[in-house]
């Protein structure tokens, strides 16, 4: 985090527990929640032209949209916690 340490506003306390913050978040484990929620819905999308266009079932067009739709709400419910402590660590007053 050099673009933390290099402003002079930041006190030493907010450095670090944006650090710590960070660190703990675990935002490249985020990022690949979204890329396979990404991929989800990319497969799901396939499968419903395949089913369209006659080259799929029904079945596999219900089960990537099912597996696509688990993969959102896992993205949405660990960006969802990574939000909060974010908003939690900007409102503390030092």
Request: zero cysteines; proline letters at 3%; hydrophobic letters at 50%.
């Amino acid at each position: 985090m050099p673009e933390l340490r290099n402003k002079p506003s930041a006190a030493p306390f907010e450095t670090a527990a944006l650090e710590a913050l960070f660190r703990s978040a675990r935002l490249s484990e985020l990022a690949a929640l979204v890329d396979a929620a990404s991929g989800a819905l990319e497969d799901a999308a396939g499968a419903e032209a395949a089913f369209a266009a006659h080259r799929g079932g029904l079945q596999e067009m219900v089960v990537e949209r099912a597996r696509a739709d688990i993969a959102l709400q896992i993205a949405a419910a660990g960006t969802q916690r990574v939000t909060q402590g974010l908003q939690t660590l900007l409102g503390m007053q030092v």
